[in-house]
């Protein structure tokens, strides 16, 4: 006979649940590593002298010199742990680590 439309709908839906979880966990690995290289990049010239120009020439105090490298660093990191431990994190923990790792990701790009 066939599945019943509410049958089909729930396996429709938790059909799109588990790629968008796949597509998730493939940005946060791009965009771990992406942020985590960029950072650990600015300690060798001649991205560190391009860096240092770029903050002074905004006007930004030099102690933002290390905040912006310590800030991608750290957002690389959180998005790598996220996902090599999502299997040990609850869904929730989950969820408000990848809204955190945006978050930071956000505040770094707002002021680049």
Do not use: C, D, H
Request: hydrophobic content about 60%.
């Amino acid at each position: 006979m066939g599945f019943p439309v509410k049958s089909s709908k729930i396996l429709i839906l938790i059909f799109a649940i588990k790629n968008s979880m796949k597509a998730v966990r493939i940005i946060s690995a791009f965009l771990g590593l992406s942020m985590f290289m960029f950072g650990i990049v600015k300690f060798v010239n001649p991205f560190k002298g391009w860096y240092s120009v770029q903050i002074m020439n905004s006007g930004l105090n030099e102690s933002l010199y290390w905040l912006g490298i310590i800030g991608e660093i750290s957002a690389g990191v959180l998005f790598l742990g996220i996902v090599l431990f999502r299997k040990k994190l609850s869904k929730k923990v989950f969820r408000l680590a990848i809204i955190l790792a945006s978050a930071m990701v956000i505040m770094i790009m707002a002021t680049a």
